[in-house]
């Protein structure tokens, strides 16, 4: 059997295929923002209120519940601003604001 090695057929072979991320949209950024920042703080998430894609990635608001109280109106909650590199992965996040529950946006 002869040596194939350096036949090349127009195609790339499986070996050889040019490895790129998959384009992640939105969707993925808000989720791994929100699983990355439960880890990182241990509140629980309670939803993503902003999404936009930056220069070298996405920034995402997660909201997040901080103190939980009886009633639930009263408790205290928090958006986050995550910056996410363009695979999903956490670079930065910082906590701009703090709100009761129940209390109205300014």
């Known amino acids: 059997m002869a040596d194939q090695s350096g036949v090349r057929t127009g195609r790339p072979s499986a070996g050889s295929k040019r490895r790129t991320a ?9 989720r791994a923002a929100c699983e990355s920042l439960e880890r990182l703080i ?3 998430t ?5 999404v936009s894609r930056s220069d070298d990635g996405w920034c995402v608001v997660v909201d997040v519940l901080e103190v939980a109280r009886i009633p639930d109106t009263t408790s205290l909650l928090a958006s986050y601003e ?3 590199d363009q695979r999903g992965d956490l670079m930065e996040y910082r906590r701009v604001r ?4 129940g209390a109205a946006d300014e």
Do not use: C, F
């Not at 309670?46 to 902003?50: C, N, R, T």
């Open 22 to 30: 998959p384009a992640k949209g939105p969707e993925h950024a808000a």
């Open 42 to 44: 241990d509140h629980p």
């Open 46 to 50: 309670e939803g993503v209120s902003a």
């Open 82 to 84: 995550v910056q996410l």
């Open 98 to 101: 703090r709100y009761r529950r």
